[in-house]
């Protein structure tokens, strides 16, 4: 989901710059890699709904549209029950409307990873999986390398940090100098559609869940929010919250099979907002801690590192996102 505007809440101005930056680039971005790599990775346009279902939830949500309206001035909308309805005939029997956010896309993030590995192998890239990290080698102050678990030692001019939930537990950094970034785990299912007769067409959020149509016709439910480190238990619990959460809101989806279940751990920084810039050490430079928004920030934070990395200018959207603002003033000088 390319949900820069209605998920945009008080005091993330910054990172909703940051988002609305990199939604103008996911258009060319995604023809970009199209033509790298012959994989359409279905950004689709049809926008986003945030459901009301009750008065309370109106209340709720238009005092946030409120905000994001007058404060951000972002282009988001009220539709009444009846305009809601016609955009989506199939749910449920009361609701109070919806705010429409007509620029909040979506893109299907598999096809999306598969055509940045075809692109990246085309442009010369070598790809090891299966390699775990132990440590970034370090040697008279700078980065040199990385150490892996079976003590291969790899050498390298530049080292990304840019691994993710895992990118704490990167060794060779002082504990200061690790980015703050830590699991926070998510269950997902996968209902199956007739791709031929959906039953949504825009991406919903709906009180506890969002609803996320794909082409093939899989409605994607998400997701749990859970601090329990790298577990990867699918839970019962976890499941009944999401799947009632999408009936009440699409009484339709109790018909539906279940395709998949699974469990994802997004990379949470302690404001939640990413890592970028340069690291402590040269040649070190951290991309992670993107949360809930890694591929939203996917053309952005490539652009901007790329910048950084090859021609030493640092872009304005990430200046805010530096691991500095972590660190006590002192050790941040």
Avoid at 12 to 27: A, H, I, K, M, Y
Avoid at 166 to 192: E, N
Avoid at 230 to 248: M, S
Wanted: with cysteine; hydrophobic share 45%.
């Amino acid at each position: 989901m390319l949900a820069a505007c209605c998920e945009a809440e008080p005091g993330e101005e910054d990172l909703v710059t940051l988002g609305r930056e990199s939604q103008e680039r996911w258009p060319g971005f995604a023809e970009e890699l199209f033509r790298a790599s012959g994989i359409d990775v279905e950004l689709r346009r049809e926008g986003t709904l945030v459901l009301a279902l009750t008065a309370d939830d109106q209340a709720q949500i238009g005092h946030h549209l409120e905000f994001q309206q007058q404060k951000l001035g972002l282009p988001l909308q009220w539709l009444s029950a009846a305009e809601t309805r016609a955009r989506e005939p199939h749910l449920a029997g009361k609701l109070a409307g919806a705010v429409f956010s007509p620029e909040d896309h979506q893109v299907d993030n598999r096809k999306l990873a598969q055509a940045l590995r075809v692109a990246a192998e085309r442009a010369g890239v070598t790809i090891h999986e299966q390699r775990p990290v132990k440590e970034i080698s370090v040697r008279g102050g700078r980065a040199t390398g990385i150490v892996l678990e079976d003590g291969t030692i790899v050498p390298a001019d530049i080292i990304v940090l840019a691994a993710g939930a895992w990118s704490r537990g990167i060794g060779g950094l002082p504990p200061d100098r690790r980015p703050p970034v830590r699991p926070v785990k998510g269950q997902m299912l996968a209902l199956q559609m007739d791709a031929a007769a959906p039953l949504l067409s825009h991406v919903l959020w709906a009180p506890g869940v969002y609803l996320v149509p794909r082409r093939d016709g899989r409605l994607i439910a998400g997701a749990t929010v859970e601090e329990k480190g790298f577990d990867e238990t699918v839970t019962a619990g976890g499941l009944l919250t999401l799947l009632e959460a999408a009936w009440r809101a699409v009484p339709a989806i109790e018909e539906l099979p279940v395709a998949e279940i699974w469990v994802g751990h997004r990379p949470g920084s302690r404001d939640d907002a990413p890592i970028l810039g340069r690291g402590p050490l040269d040649g070190l430079f951290y991309a992670t801690g993107h949360h809930r928004n890694g591929i939203l920030l996917t053309p952005v934070t490539a652009d901007a590192m790329a910048r950084l990395i090859l021609d030493n200018v640092v872009d304005p959207t990430i200046q805010p996102f530096g691991l500095e603002r972590f660190l006590p003033a002192r050790a941040a000088e």
